[in-house]
């Protein structure tokens, strides 16, 4: 499975970014995708994840502001960023889990000023 990220930007405080994530290859039994980040000098942590029935998680920072989505059809993830704060700043990795193996993408970059 390869997964290509993107939408990442840089966007004023207040503001907006979409994040897209397909998935390729033997995308079969894709059964969590979902998105972490890293920022500068911290452990990656994660943002939000989808199950292929619909369930979502989130992290609590993000609660009320982010929206995951997912296209099952098309293999993709979304992850729509509304009321983007500094603390966002992170480049963001989509992840999917096929039944025990973890795939990464390759990270797409989030730049919130003040």
């Known amino acids: 499975v390869q997964l290509q990220a993107s939408g990442g930007g840089l966007v004023q405080a207040g503001g907006s970014l979409r994040l897209s994530c397909a998935a390729s290859?033997?995308?079969?039994?894709?059964?969590?995708m979902g998105w972490y980040r890293q920022a500068p000098g911290k452990q990656r942590e994660l943002v939000a994840n989808?199950?292929?029935?619909?369930?979502?998680n989130y992290a609590d920072s993000v609660k009320g502001r982010f929206t995951i989505s997912r296209d099952n059809a098309n293999n993709s993830v979304y992850l729509q960023m509304n009321s983007l704060k500094p603390e966002d700043t992170a480049v963001y990795y989509c992840?999917?889990?096929?039944?025990?193996?973890?795939?990464w993408g390759q990270g797409t970059e989030v730049t919130v000023s003040s």
């Open positions: 290859g033997r995308t079969f039994r894709i059964n969590v």
């Open positions: 989808i199950h292929s029935g619909g369930v979502t």
């Open positions: 992840k999917a889990v096929q039944y025990r193996t973890i795939y």
